[in-house]
């Protein structure tokens, strides 16, 4: 269901019909997308609109958040054993975006614990199947959000982005996935795994919501020092004309690992552009192979320091037997933290520490300013890069659990955009058998108009919906 | 011999104080007031300063404007680009498991104030840094901390805006230490940066080494007193050590400031790796264009003051260093100085005031300018004594109410020339064996005679008045 299938359902039936009906898919699925649903609130809220009448950009539209965006009364877990029962006093800064606007939150979904992994199989609350094949993974770390769009009829989502966590779920379950610019969209209330990478970006079904989610997301706010005042009309972007776009095709990004029928729907792709005026040529940006390196440093060592707020104290999980304070917070973090939550604060605690800190942190802070360098320089030359978003399809449940490394390997052509700050997209492109395969389209710094018009122009021509 | 220029046994002291820039309308990254002193506890409080999750920093533009006062008041050079670091550490009262505080980079750099050296002159001491760091929350302990069964929190403070000034270790005796502080003290209190009188408004971390040693840390004193005191103990006790031949341990120390001593923390072997690294949420910032109109807007210090002090009002260095000494004194000063005679006022308020507030342990609020200046205009008119002048002033800090009451009430008012010169006939007649010793030149008998006079007057009689007419009645010299 899309955002205009919904408008029309609730003038036809009522927002309560819809909501309603939205709950009966989600209970009845065996996707295990959501953590938790706002039932009671988001009928309320739906009752509401259908008395009042719908206002705002999303009024009576229902949106599933992932559950590392702060929501003021309703349960946010991060996906974790150690949050659980704690119910937020404040909403994020979206969250006060999508409800000034009338989206109706229908619930908080799955994740990795703490947005770390590809998966969705770190979550305390099982991993998340994809709607294309159950016993796949929906892709990782807004993979509920992600299925919850794709498989159970949610018309819009959001999910956070910190080395593609919603390019890779969008990939996976075949849907449109935005990770916008760092600094369009204010991460205050969002709970940081990595905060120098990570951003908020919209799911959907179609190229056109998610335009019209980032419109309402998007914006300066004075509480995110990092935030920008750069926002535009996303939705006046959207025509079907890319005769002015030049598109750069990194080679690195067709490297070593890829999956054959990834290669080949990724280049038909970008040949259909190509036939409705865009032009492309090949470029390189080979700083491209040290990313994946500096990304899990920085990421690592910045998720160790937020980490080390949970403590079973003010909030979350209580074991009932108290102790001196350090083993009680010992004891809580052990059983409150997944094995993957602990390998990561534990190297990231290892590459700050004296001694190691100048051979790892800073040693990673320097790849990324190359690698942004390297975008920067290319995107010079061209409008916009394109390149898969994953590797390969929808891998099976457990089937690289075993192997963090492999595991950290899927996000190779991700993670490059998160250290350059640019703005990616990612598209449904063909499938691999029954699974979705995304393409990913990366434009300058704050350029999210043009690779929304990209997308747009291509998921016209190219027929592949969700 | 000559001595060598440290030789064992020369006190070496840094310090590094932390001042709670307490006067600023909000904290150092969220909007909640850093007034909370009257407060209930967990009142003044948001997700922000109690680390909840997803909430964000955002830097108070006033507490780099006050830090860079200071700065600048310390003649320190403030750098181009400054950044906040997070400093890593587990504590009850760290809600975010790590303090936002500066690190490489810090807002100024190589300052230096100087100070009356213990051995008389001036002495310099250089300013390392300044730096801008959130303070923590608060524990508050039922009873003493030992027997506690709990901590209690009090988020409060927590986030609340501090600097931090770091000392070379130029400093010489616990004596020159708290010299230092008073300077300091000095400067901030003009500034208008904070308000010492609130809980933890300063606190100090003290370094001490005897000469060529190994040093220690002495953490979280917070009071003036405490340091001088805290500073002794530690060289009385690291100088016993040597005397036995023990090797001095580096370590940090805690002061108890009830018993008056320091207790050993911890040893350098478990010394916290902070893990610094530059706070993501926070951009680098650029003061630089902005110094000039801070410099412009900073106040007459006390250097200045105290300068423009002895040349305007033409009073004594010693004078105008004490007036200078607080801010709120020397406006009293000038209040009054431009209605009376300023060197006598100088003396009046420098010796007489201060002395009389001092002993009550009162601040000059308690005395309105214009009852000085009334004081003085009656003595002037040399309408009463100068010891009942130290009468009146005694009264109004005691009792209050206005001078020309409390004269009038006490009957202060001088007596005429005609009475004294009855007052020393009669006490001529009535003590001819002092006459004949005074007519012998024997001064104690003057002197004698005199009190008998004062005595007659009840104190009243302008001395030397009384003086005058007894040496012309008994044409003694
Ligand atoms: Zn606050």
Known sequence: MNVSEAKKRAEDESVEEVVTSLFDNIEKSELNAFITLAKESALKEARKVDRNGAKGALGGIPIALKDCISTKGIETTCGSRILKGYVPPYDAHVVERLRAEGAIIIGKTNMDEFAMGPSTETSYFGPTKNPHDLSRVAGGSSGGSAAAVAGEGVPIALGSDTGGSVRCPASFCGIVGLKPTYGLVSRYGLIAYANSLEQIGPFACNVEDVALLLNVIAGYDPRDSTSMDKKCEYTKELRDDVSDVKIGVPKEFFGEGIDEDVEKAVWDGIKILEDVGASYTEISLPHTKYSLAAYYIIAMSEASSNLARFDGLRYGLRLGKDEDWHTTFSEIRAQGFGEEVKRRVLLGTYALSAGYYGKYYLKALKVRTLVKRNFDAALKDVDVLITPTMPFPAFKIGEKTDDPLALYLADVNTVPINLAGVPSISVPCGFSGKLPIGMQIIGRHFDEGKILRMAYTFERHAGVRC | ?477
């Not at chain 2, 100070?115 to 302990?141: F, K, M, S």
């Not at chain 2, 007036?323 to 709120?328: D, G, Q």
């Not at chain 2, 064996?433 to 104690?444: F, I, L, P, S, Y």
Request: net charge neutral; charged share 30%; proline share 5%.
């Open chain 2, 1 to 477: 011999m000559l001595k060598s220029r440290k030789e064992p046994g020369d006190v070496i002291i840094g310090l590094e104080v932390h001042v709670q820039l307490n006067k600023l309308n909000s904290k150092l990254f969220c909007g909640c007031s850093p007034k909370y002193h009257d407060a209930e506890p967990n009142t003044h409080t948001c997700p922000v300063c109690l680390g909840l999750p997803g909430a964000l920093p955002v830097l108070n533009e006033g507490a780099v404007v006050d830090a860079v006062k200071v700065a600048l008041a310390l003649n320190c050079k403030i750098e181009e680009r400054t950044l906040f670091y997070r400093k890593n550490y587990y504590y009850l009262d760290l809600p975010k498991g790590f303090q936002i505080s500066q690190y490489d980079y810090p807002i100024a750099i190589d300052g230096k104030i100087s100070v009356n050296g213990t051995g008389g002159g001036e002495r310099h001491i250089r300013i390392r840094r300044v730096h801008i760091e959130e303070d923590p929350a608060r524990l508050v302990h039922k009873g003493p901390i030992e027997c506690s069964r709990y901590s209690l929190i009090d988020y409060n403070r927590s986030g609340v805006a501090l600097i931090e000034v770091v000392t070379e270790p130029d400093l010489r005796s616990p004596k020159e230490a708290r010299e230092f502080l008073n300077v300091l003290r000095n400067i901030l209190e003009y500034l208008d940066v904070f308000d010492e009188s609130l809980e933890g408004a300063l606190r100090v971390d003290a370094n001490i080494s005897l000469a060529g040693g190994t040093r220690t840390e002495v953490k979280n004193i917070s009071s003036y007193r405490g340091v001088e005191k805290a500073l002794l103990f530690e060289i009385v006790r690291q100088k016993n050590l040597v005397r036995r031949g023990i090797k001095i341990t580096q370590e940090t120390r805690h002061y108890d400031e009830k018993r008056g001593v320091t207790i050993s923390l911890r040893t350098k072997e478990e010394e916290q790796d902070y893990r610094y690294f530059p706070e993501p949420d926070l951009v680098p910032l650029g003061v630089c264009n902005r110094i000039d109109d801070i410099r412009e807007s900073l106040p007459e210090l006390p250097d200045t003051k105290r300068q423009r002090f002895v040349q305007q009002y033409g009073i004594s260095e010693y004078h105008a260093k004490v007036l200078t000494s607080e801010l709120r004194l020397s406006n009293f000063f000038e209040t009054v100085a431009s209605e009376i005679d300023p060197i006598l006022s100088a003396t009046w308020i420098a010796d007489v005031l201060k002395g009389e507030l001092n002993y009550r342990g009162l601040g000059i609020s308690a005395f309105p300018p214009k009852h000085m200046i009334q004081i003085l205009q009656i003595l002037r008119g040399k309408n009463i004594t100068e010891k009942s002048a130290v009468q009146v002033i005694r009264t109004i800090l005691d009792r209050g109410g206005e001078p020309a009451d409390i004269i009038k009430q006490k009957g202060l008012i001088k007596v005429e020339e005609s009475t004294i010169a009855k007052a020393v006939a009669e006490a001529i007649k009535e003590n001819p064996a002092a006459v004949q010793d005074c007519r012998n030149g024997k001064n104690e008998a003057l002197h004698f005679l005199m009190g008998q006079v004062m005595k007659k007057t009840h104190g009243r009689a302008d001395p030397n008045i009384v003086n005058k007419l007894l040496k012309e009645k008994l044409q003694c010299t």
